[in-house]
């Protein structure tokens, strides 16, 4: 038997992407022209009469205009949520509680097309991703958080618990939705009132929901939904009325947070970036293994804060693994994000491009060997291949800093231990992945590895159950299942 | 010299992330155009088969005509790959589809248990081979293999191999005896480094046949001996497989595995016995924009 050498084997993928097309129809979702904030229960004109337009990343057309929040806004906002503390939210019994967050749930599973749609129009994601994750998990987190509410002394046994107040929330562009029911459930769960921020470039779906609240009949100023950049974060972070920031985003805004909150008795949780190690080990499940990186670097075009950046694959199966990932890259389909069939959508905005190229500039220049798929890019939009690096080092820019895209850093390694010091060598420790088939091997990484979250032979696996929050400039504190309840509540 | 892998030694398959991976092509949209040539496609790698006790040689006549002639209302149509049946039924199936390019496997090696001396086996391939299949659809000694006998079974399978002369080997695992998927990856590298042209699924005999992880699981096997060896071993799903929607779920996943190049019959088939129908009802309704009755479909 003639035994070819690897590198000369490659499989034809030319046709895998020639589907046709099934677009998903935009019709289905109404998105107003203009959208103002959602102060007291009802929508409000901002202070300053200005707005600024929201985007579809995939064709650069306009969506939609929001307002454009100040301090004026902000103060309103937080007042209003103090108010509906004191008058209602606080003095109501959770089982009361539960039954609102029950019904936002069940609302935003009634219009889970809609919010899929709008998802992936504002934010880019493939309509499959925002379909079956995205709006989905975000309903499960108010189920999962509705049925806390009245069970509180349960989660803290022989303790009693007081909500904190009014909660400041400050979300990101990478999963607008689900962020949002992140800080809102469980908040509204412990008895918080919430102003939420959501970002600029994404503000559609936390509006819509705000649309759903109104409509679940919430008592007004429980929620407030305030638009605006960082401008309007920095005035709800510093309004003297929030009692609790919780903040997803990145590193360096969290530090901003966290210096302009010292010194008052604001809590804070803050989950911040992240450069997640994948590993894999020699006797790994590998071709399970390899869509787990694929998983967990092209999830949502690699905008994900524990998105799997940094894959360390042990030398004995080092080129095998590289062979899998090239050939696996050439079937995923970049485009139009309404499209069902596709699998990476658009980057966010222009300037996320620019960062992500920046850095593709910057692994070449580092002497790193760079791989994109062969994929046909859209004319309009902004768009970037799946991308690995390989021959890449530990003192390398693109394996030490967060890219925020689909760009893979490959390195190898030798041994267990090497690997761990290599995995926990950087500033951040939001996630990491272990592939082996052994089980004491996963114990063994599991203990030493310095990341919040660390799935054995699988990535990206969310659930309302479990908690998730980083160590070291990932951030401090948890959201998620049963911790979750921790960052909203004081114990007495 | 070529040294064999430890058989025992093949990659292990993880459960979840195999079952996930598998369930990620049923969320492919498959439209238009590209449902169309799918289910053509499909219709095309079919193997016709009927492996009955009651089989005679009417029964196998009437289904090699179909075999031929699938609809003959839509025009064009291509025929099935093969017709599979039993050694006895070879002659009168040569005979049958003599000249249509449709090929004849039988299924051979005391099929379905393989129960049998590996002479006996082996006159059975030979008989079948003599009949004219070709192709041979043999099966693995399920009952060694789960032993651990991996050399006995590997050399059967060569042994069967050489006494197919010029007819593809089929290997079929019956993943369905083996049941975990670590289990068909170990049966699918022995069946390949031992000489198979195709490995297959199942016998259709017993539950569960064909699913899409144990394909999957299959399919990259053939994948990775693809990369060790540069040579192409064909895939067939059998049992289990009656309706188009499933088919075309099949055919996304082997293009996303193995590519264009498996992307027809020389390398892929189906092997089943009610899929062609409802597959013939889906190109009706693409061609007309409504279903039709059953009836209009005939059931040889």
Redesign the interface.
């Known amino acids: 038997m003639a035994k070819a050498k690897n590198n000369t084997i490659k499989l034809k993928f030319d046709s895998a992407r020639k589907f046709a097309p099934a677009p998903e129809s935009r019709s289905a979702a109404k998105i107003n022209a203009r959208y103002d904030h959602f102060i007291n229960g009802k929508f409000e004109k901002p202070q300053s009469k200005k707005y600024f337009a929201t985007i579809n990343p995939a064709t650069e057309e306009k969506l939609s205009e929001v307002a454009d929040g100040n301090t004026a806004d902000v103060d309103k906002a937080v007042k209003a949520a103090r108010t509906a503390y004191d008058k209602y939210w606080k003095k109501m019994p959770g089982a009361e509680r539960a039954k609102y967050i029950y019904r936002v749930a069940r609302m935003l599973q009634e219009r889970a097309r809609e919010f899929a749609i709008i998802e992936s129009l504002d934010g880019g994601k493939p309509i499959r991703e925002s379909r079956d994750f995205d709006v989905p998990t975000a309903a499960n987190h108010f189920f999962y958080y509705a049925g806390w509410a009245d069970k509180l002394e349960y989660a803290f046994p022989n303790r009693k618990t007081q909500p904190l107040g009014v909660a400041g929330q400050i979300i990101p562009w990478n999963f607008p939705l689900l962020m949002a029911a992140w800080k809102i459930a469980p908040a509204l769960a412990t008895g918080n009132t919430v102003v939420l921020k959501p970002a600029e470039s994404t503000p559609l779906t936390a509006l819509k929901l705000a649309e759903i609240i109104q409509e679940a009949d919430l008592p007004p100023g429980v929620v407030n939904i305030i638009t605006g950049a960082g401008v309007t974060g920095a005035a709800l972070v510093n309004h003297p009325g929030v009692d609790k920031i919780a903040f997803t985003g990145s590193t360096n805004v969290g530090k901003i947070i966290q210096n302009a909150i010292a010194g008052t008795p604001k809590k804070a949780t803050l989950e911040l970036g992240g450069k997640a190690a994948n590993i894999i080990f020699d006797d790994a499940p590998i071709n399970q293994a390899v869509e787990g990186v694929i998983n967990g670097i092209f999830f949502n075009q690699g905008h994900v804060c524990c998105a799997g950046s940094r894959l360390y694959v042990q030398e004995s199966v080092f080129k095998t693994v590289v062979q899998k990932l090239k050939d696996r890259i050439e079937t995923l389909i970049v485009g139009e994000p309404l499209d069902k069939r596709t699998d990476i959508g658009a980057i966010k905005s222009k300037e996320q491009l620019g960062i992500i190229n920046n850095y593709l500039k910057i692994g070449q220049k580092e002497g790193a060997d760079m791989h994109q798929s062969s994929a046909v890019l859209p004319a309009k939009g902004f768009w970037c291949r799946p991308t690995i690096f390989t021959n890449v080092a530990q003192s390398n820019r693109i394996a030490q800093e967060e890219i925020f895209g689909p760009v893979l850093a490959i390195q190898s390694f030798r041994t267990d231990d090497e690997v761990i010091e290599k995995a926990n060598n950087t500033p951040y420790g939001l996630s990491a992945g272990v592939w082996t088939d052994k089980g004491s091997k996963i114990f063994n990484l599991t203990t030493k590895l310095r990341a919040g979250v660390v799935w054995a032979n699988t990535f990206n696996k969310f659930d309302p159950t479990s908690p998730f929050g980083g160590y070291k400039e990932s951030g401090y504190g948890r959201e998620g299942g049963l911790y979750g309840l921790n960052a909203y509540v004081k114990i007495v | 010299m070529?040294f064999l892998p430890d058989f025992s030694l093949s990659?292990?398959?993880?459960q979840?992330?195999?079952e996930?991976?598998a369930s990620r092509v049923t969320?492919?949209?498959?439209?238009?155009?590209?449902?169309l040539n799918g289910l053509l496609l499909t219709l095309n790698m079919i193997d016709l088969t009927t492996l009955e006790g009651k089989d005679t040689d009417g029964k196998v006549q009437q289904m090699c005509y179909k075999a031929r002639h699938l609809h003959d209302v839509y025009e064009g149509l291509p025929t099935v790959a093969a017709v599979c049946v039993y050694p006895s039924m070879v002659r009168t199936a040569k005979k049958a589809v003599e000249g249509s390019g449709v090929k004849v496997a039988a299924v051979a090696t005391a099929f379905p248990s393989g129960q049998a001396p590996r002479d006996v086996k082996i006159r059975d391939t030979k008989y079948a081979v003599n009949e004219g299949a070709d192709e041979i659809d043999m099966v693995i000694s399920r009952g060694k293999f789960l032993q651990g006998e991996y050399n006995f079974v590997f050399d059967e399978i060569a042994a069967v191999k050489e006494a197919c002369g010029d007819a593809r080997l089929k290997v079929i695992l019956e993943t369905g005896e083996l049941v975990t998927y670590d289990k068909v990856r170990r049966a699918s590298d022995i069946a390949m480094y031992a000489g198979a042209d195709f490995i297959k699924t199942s016998t259709g005999k017993i539950a569960p046949a064909a699913t899409l992880p144990v394909t999957l699981v299959m399919l990259?096997a053939i994948?990775?001996f693809?990369?060790?060896?540069?040579?192409r071993i064909a895939m067939k799903p059998a049992g289990g497989i009656s309706k188009s929607k499933l088919a075309l779920h099949y055919l996304v996943l082997l293009?996303?595995v193995?590519?264009?190049?498996w992307?027809n019959n020389q390398w892929f088939r189906f092997g089943a016995s009610s899929l062609a129908n409802d597959v013939l009802m889906q190109i009706m309704k693409e061609k007309t924009g409504v279903y039709q009755s059953a009836n209009y479909f005939s059931i040889d």
């Open positions: 070529t990659p292990h398959i993880d979840v992330g195999i996930e991976r969320k492919r949209s498959i439209k238009k155009e590209t449902k990259e994948r990775d693809y990369y060790k060896t540069g040579k293009n996303e193995l590519g264009e190049e992307m």
